[in-house]
């Protein structure tokens, strides 16, 4: 079983920054991509970034300058640093990971931004 622990969601003022952090542990074999999706109220499941075990970085177009992922493979942690937040980023942020062929869900964490 995987286990997550994600943090730093929150509430934030447009044009602020948050930072949210996820790491996984557990039976885990070979992580081929973690990442971040989110889901706002009414709407389907979208990638928000992800980052892949050779490097590659996928980015939504909306959040591409403003946010950064990154990872630290030692820890299998991965982190998002959201700047420059926006209305419609508001949302709940999901973790997720990819382990050879399975992918696993955090529970998720609210990222709300006021105006």
């Known amino acids: 079983q995987v286990q997550f622990v994600e943090s730093g969601g929150g509430l934030v003022q447009s044009g602020g920054s948050l930072r949210l952090s996820c790491a996984v542990s557990g039976r885990i074999s070979s992580i081929s991509a973690m990442g971040w999706y989110r889901q706002a109220p009414g709407k389907q499941r979208n990638l928000v970034a992800e980052l892949w075990s050779n490097n590659r970085i996928n980015y939504q177009d909306s959040v591409k300058g403003r946010f950064t992922i990154s990872r630290d493979n030692a820890e299998n942690t991965v982190t998002l640093q959201m700047n420059s937040l926006k209305l419609e980023d508001t949302a709940v942020y999901y973790c997720?990971?990819?382990?050879?062929?399975?992918?696993?869900w955090g529970q998720g964490t609210q990222v709300t931004v006021s105006s």
């Open positions: 997720y990971v990819l382990d050879r062929t399975k992918v696993t």
